[in-house]
């Protein structure tokens, strides 16, 4: 079966630019979505097809997909992105999400 | 707005059953696909089970085919997880959460509306 791995946790400092991996096989062959998770609450897709944003996604949030690594990328980190992130992908008629990423904002 | 929300869960022995439902409002429920998505207590997400707004195309994954059932009722906007077999692995939260938009999740568009999960507890 088709597994995502991300790193479990990051850090970054309040202004700085944070960047969290997802790797999988040729992930650059399918399209990659972020979700962002803050303790309590349900999921919040923050990017989708590798680079787009939803409405209401701040502009901070980006999305790249090239070869094995899709990556998240949040600029001038504030601290209520403080949350758990998972990227996800579709393989073989099954949704695959990552392990998560903690990122703490300090 | 959209507004998902998920009942049914409970306390249940293993080798049970349960039935989860969620009640989709704000958008047209009959031309959307939907899917169960489950997360252990501490742990991350893992998707459970899709299927297409007309029910024709439906999806498990590996963990729960043969004891989960996906259905849905279009006319009465709600969609359904019927769980047997119960395993004490089966224990999460079980959210719903429609496709983001229509085209199918795997067009890259994700699942963009999540409701706010109903917690399954199996033990003896």
């Known amino acids: 079966s088709y597994e995502l791995t991300q790193p479990p946790s990051v850090s970054v400092s309040p202004g700085q630019t944070a960047s969290i991996t997802c790797s999988g096989d040729?992930?650059?062959?399918?399209?990659a979505c972020w979700y962002q998770q803050r303790p309590g609450q349900s999921p919040v897709l923050v990017i989708y097809?590798?680079?787009k944003r939803p409405s209401g996604v701040p502009e901070r949030f980006s999305g790249s997909n090239s070869g094995n690594t899709a990556t998240l990328t949040i600029s001038g980190t504030q601290a209520m992105d403080e949350a758990d992130y998972y990227c996800q992908a579709w393989d073989s008629s099954t949704v695959v999400f990552g392990g998560g990423t903690k990122l703490t904002v300090l | 707005e959209v507004q998902l929300v998920e009942s049914g869960g409970g306390l249940a022995q293993p080798g049970g059953s349960l039935r989860l439902s969620c009640v989709a409002s704000?958008?047209?429920?009959?031309?959307?696909?939907m899917n169960w998505v489950r997360q252990a207590p501490g742990k991350g997400l893992e998707w459970v089970s899709y299927?297409?707004?007309?029910?024709?195309?439906?999806y498990y994954a590996d963990s729960v085919k043969g004891r989960f059932t996906i259905s849905r009722d279009n006319a009465k906007n709600s969609l359904y997880l019927q769980m047997n077999s119960l395993r004490d692995e089966d224990t999460a939260v079980y959210y719903c959460?429609?496709?983001?938009?229509?085209?199918?999740?795997?067009?890259?568009?994700?699942?963009?509306?999540w409701g706010q999960g109903t917690l399954v507890t199996v033990s003896s």
């Open positions: 704000g958008f047209t429920f009959s031309n959307q696909n």
């Open positions: 959460a429609r496709d983001f938009m229509p085209g199918g999740i795997w067009s890259g568009y994700g699942l963009g509306y």
């Open positions: 040729k992930l650059g062959d399918k399209y």
């Open positions: 299927i297409s707004s007309s029910s024709n195309t439906i």
């Open positions: 097809q590798d680079n």
